[in-house]
């Protein structure tokens, strides 16, 4: 399959796997149909991140991109989190093979929505664009597309 | 601890088919097509590997073609049949749900060529073609039937030798895929009423790159290589010697010990079964009466086939899924579909093949490391957390 060791690291050492009781913010996203399912559970203090954990059925590439987009955001202010892209969980695994590019892409999306969560829970308004098209896409079908 | 499981994918080359192609390399390695000693030398090997294959077949020699696999025997067979039924108006051609993409792929092509497919379903769970369903199906133009002989995925042994002598009846041309079956169950050409017959040597301990196509007598079979004379003019190019002597030495070993090693591997397989049968929520996939000795194929509900088998490699455990993941599409195995299974359950399935090689402390790894890797996988799964809260609430 031709995983980087960062990915096969992540995969086998996952990091920050689990649930968070009392989450301030929850997002899942992905369909067990097409294999891969991502669950995001955020700790919020002070509008910081002070925990993240994370729940996957998936490849190896999907664990992996899990546990690195939560390592990513870990302890950051929550408005940062929104920067997290798929390339940047890509680049910090060195890299995916094409094929499970969107795994990332779903990381990146489980985050936001966990965000989006929190937000609505908490009562902050916020541009509705920030999550534009989240869930709708299939992200099968925007990789295809490249 | 090391457990090596994928044997339906490859298996380890015997000792004995090691040996034999060892002087095929520097001492014997004249052409067969040449005149000279080296050449007749190399001739009359050939001709004893062809007459040994045949004899492991239960076939003459002269039905013996040589080819480079499994695949190309499959091409060979059913493109041949194919446009030869075509030249006489026959442009109908069978086949079965959960064959291997090397039959199933050239059939499709076929399809854009203009030929009619019927894809027969297979009964659910075990994957077998039902005589009714192939009957019903036959038409005045159909050309030929293509059926397995045992699946590669779930290790399902077709009635092969009763869907031979329904065609056999109506003279229409029946080829089997017998590339999981032969050295591993007993394949006689004549029992099995079959017109063609593909097998490959990497499956039975032979080289790799290597494979034949039992043809019967009077039955017409057209090159896929054109060029020299070589198979009888149905297949050109220089033989691999070396290669095809290997196939013939682990043809022979494998059917001399057939019978007992035939036994002591289903009952790895059966112990198995047993073993993971306990793991709640898991499903075996294909018959469990015939059924390859050596294969055993699981889904797991809850969990993903690619990471089952990553983390099952970093316990010593070689094994394979028919997960999309694997597979570099984004479906999952065809076969698991096809006998039922669900797209979010057909992720989660577990190939293990034995052979004759597998010994019990791998059978016994393998029932220790894998339900634990289950486990793990499940408990970091958001699927198996609504599995698990679903069945709660009832």
Redesign the interface.
């Known amino acids: ?1 031709g995983y980087s060791e960062k990915v ?1 690291d992540h ?2 050492n ?1 990091r920050n ?2 649930e968070i009781e009392n989450a301030d913010g929850i997002g ?1 996203v992905g369909n ?8 995001v559970y955020l700790k919020v203090d002070d509008g910081v991140l002070t925990d993240v954990k ?10 992996a991109t899990s546990s690195m987009a939560t390592e990513l955001i870990k302890g950051k202010p929550v408005a940062q989190v929104l920067e997290l892209t798929n390339r940047a969980v890509v680049e910090a695994l060195d890299g995916l093979p094409p ?2 590019l969107h795994c990332s892409v779903l990381a990146e999306e489980a985050v936001k929505a966990a965000v989006k969560d929190y937000y609505d829970r908490s009562g902050i308004a916020y541009d509705p664009a920030l999550f534009a098209g989240l869930g709708e896409e299939d992200p ?1 079908g925007a990789i295809e597309e490249e | 601890m090391k457990a090596y499981m994928d044997n339906a994918a490859t298996t380890r080359l015997s000792e004995t088919a090691r040996r034999a192609m060892e002087p095929y390399y520097d001492e014997i390695y004249g052409n067969p097509s040449s005149l000279h000693g080296w050449g007749q030398a190399a001739s009359a090997a050939l001709q004893d590997a062809r007459e040994r294959v045949a004899v492991c077949l239960g076939a003459d020699p002269k039905e013996i073609y040589f080819t480079s696999g499994g695949s190309e025997a499959d091409n060979q067979a059913i493109q041949s049949a194919a446009w030869l039924g075509a030249a006489k108006g026959k442009k109908h051609i069978i086949t079965g749900a959960v064959e291997h993409h090397a039959v199933l792929h050239t059939v499709e092509a076929l399809a854009k060529d203009g030929f009619d497919v019927t894809v027969l379903p297979v009964e659910a769970e075990t994957g077998l073609v039902r005589l009714a369903d192939l009957e019903a199906a036959l038409r005045s133009d159909t050309a030929l039937v293509t059926v397995m002989t045992a699946n590669n995925e779930i290790g399902t042994v077709q009635p092969i030798a009763e869907i031979g002598a329904l065609l056999r009846a109506r003279k229409i041309v029946f080829h089997t895929d017998a590339v999981q079956a032969v050295g591993h169950i007993p394949v006689d050409v004549r029992a099995l009423n079959v017109d063609m017959l593909s097998l490959s040597g990497h499956k039975f301990h032979g080289p790799k790159g290597t494979g034949a196509l039992y043809c019967r007598k009077g039955v017409p079979l057209r090159a896929l290589l054109l060029g020299g004379a070589q198979e009888r003019n149905r297949r050109a190019g220089t033989e691999n010697i070396p290669a095809v002597i290997g196939m013939a030495a682990a043809l022979e070993e494998a059917t001399a010990e057939l019978a007992e090693a035939g036994q002591r591997v289903a009952g790895y397989r059966d112990q198995l079964i047993a073993g993971l049968e306990q793991i709640e929520r898991s499903h075996l996939n294909g018959a469990r009466q015939n059924r390859l000795p050596g294969n055993v194929n699981f889904c797991f509900e809850g969990l993903e086939g690619e990471s089952l088998l990553l983390l099952l490699d970093s316990k010593g455990i070689a094994a394979s899924s028919g997960s999309a993941c694997t597979s570099g599409s984004l479906e999952p195995s065809h076969v698991l579909l096809a006998i039922g299974r669900p797209h979010e359950i057909a992720h989660g399935s577990l190939r293990l093949s034995l052979s004759r090689y597998t010994t019990q402390a791998e059978i016994d790894h393998a029932l220790r490391e894998i339900p634990r890797v289950v486990q793990y996988l499940r408990e970091m799964s958001p699927v198996w957390e609504n599995i698990m809260k679903a069945s709660n609430l009832k």
């Open positions: 399959m096969m995969f086998i996952p796997v689990g899942e067990a149909r097409c294999g891969d399912i991502m669950k994370f729940k996957t059925f998936g490849c190896a590439s999907a664990i094929v499970k099968h």
